[in-house]
């Protein structure tokens, strides 16, 4: 058998708080649907996905699905009205593929959690009883209220919370679906459409963390976040300027002194990188842009810091705070340190108020306090979120 994931993500974003379609919202640098795709793609049951989302996210997900290369996504479809109109686009279309022997999942987009275990444990079930849904039993007392006032008690032995995903061998849900459409029947889920049909629908065990992204204060009940320090420190000679300006920071200071090295010779920006790289476990600046390497003769530092910070949030890390500290003699650069402390957090794509710069002289002790040199110090924490 075949096994065919219909995930839908054509949803609103009104109790989420956002005027677009929540699932793409932005978690950990990339949005909630792209962390759902990854961990589908996983799935070795799993061996087609079909997507199906709104209009307006339509050509967004089709770019999505390629540059994260989610290999498993055969179609991107554009949903209907209802929930029930967007699953009957996507069966109608499987069966115009004339794809043979397939058991279909169907899983709201917002449930992120879904795990491989209740995936195989649903598939196994599907394969003996044709029709198989996820619930979870109720514990808590259950009332029916009329007029503002409760009407009775519900017994709650048998009463269960039904989630996704969903399976269902194809020829039985799409007749049950064309019936269902013909009739003018609605329903909340794809287990009634096959009730309306008189099928019998296995109920097992799901899981309490397949819960549903509804409002934003769900997000904290379905993320961990790590924390990772990394230190950054950087130091390069003195040369006379000879009507050149130093660079620290991106920005260029009034000197007597410029800074040897192969790039611009930005010690603070190489302190900042070696910090970012560092804390993520990605090498030092050296790997990544080495010093024999002709293309980085004389290159601009801020360009190496704006693809480190590409490396980074390639590994969903985002940084939480910044402190530096440059050490030099001169010149004296307390009246620039705003303007490289603006710069940074510009370049880093990050809020000001997330960067801090310190100077500190050497009270003429050493190299550095000889004007030999100049040094920087970065330290750096960053957050990485991820899906439980």
């Known amino acids: 058998m075949r096994i065919v994931f219909i995930i839908l993500a054509a949803g609103r974003g009104k109790r ?34 079909i997507l199906v989302t ?26 209907g009205k209802e929930r029930q109109d967007s699953v009957f686009r996507a069966l109608q279309w499987i069966k115009r593929s004339k794809l043979k022997n397939i058991i279909v999942g ?24 044709s029709a198989v849904i996820p619930g979870i039993s109720v514990t808590d007392t259950i009332k029916s209220i009329k007029d503002g006032f409760v009407d009775r008690t519900i017994p709650r032995k048998d009463l269960w919370k039904i989630a996704t995903p969903q399976f269902f061998k194809l020829d039985m849900l799409f007749s049950s679906y064309v019936k269902a459409s013909m009739d003018r029947i609605k329903a909340t889920d794809d287990s009634a459409i096959l009730e309306y049909s008189n099928y019998k629908v296995k109920i097992i065990e799901g899981e309490f963390k397949n819960i549903k992204l ?34 620290l920071g991106g920005i260029r200071v009034k000197s007597r002194y410029i800074l040897e090295g192969h790039s611009d010779a930005d010690v603070l920006i190489h302190a900042v ?32 810091l704006k693809n480190t910070i590409s490396l980074m949030e390639k590994e969903n890390y985002s940084i939480v705070n910044l402190d530096t500290t440059i050490f030099a003699e001169s010149p004296r650069l307390g009246p620039v340190i705003n303007k490289i402390r603006e710069s940074l957090s510009r370049e ?9 710069i310190k100077a500190k002289t050497m009270e003429k002790l050493g190299p550095i306090g000889n004007h030999e040199g100049i040094a920087a110090q970065a330290i750096v924490l960053v957050t990485k979120m991820e899906l439980n």
Do not use: W
């Open 16 to 49: 989420f708080g956002l005027h677009y379609n929540k699932l793409f919202y932005k978690f950990g640098n990339k949005p909630l649907i792209t962390h759902l795709l990854h961990r589908v793609e996983q799935f070795k049951q799993i061996k087609d996905i």
């Open 54 to 79: 709104d209009k307006t996210h339509l050509s967004l997900l089709k770019r999505i699905v390629k540059e994260e290369n989610i290999k498993k996504v055969i179609k991107v479809l554009e949903g």
């Open 106 to 129: 169907i899983h709201d987009g917002a449930r992120l959690n879904i795990s491989e275990q209740l995936i195989d444990k649903l598939i196994d079930a599907v394969k003996k009883y």
């Open 214 to 247: 509804t409002y934003m204060n769900d997000l904290k009940y379905m993320i961990n976040k790590e924390y990772r320090i990394g230190q950054g420190f950087d130091i390069h000679r003195t040369m006379a300027a000879c009507g050149r300006k130093l660079i």
């Open 273 to 304: 990188i070696d910090a970012i790289l560092g804390a993520c476990g990605l090498n030092d600046i050296g790997h990544h842009f080495p010093d024999t390497d002709i293309q980085y003769k004389n290159i601009n530092s801020v360009k190496l």
């Open 348 to 356: 880093m794509g990050i809020d000001k108020g997330k960067v801090n």
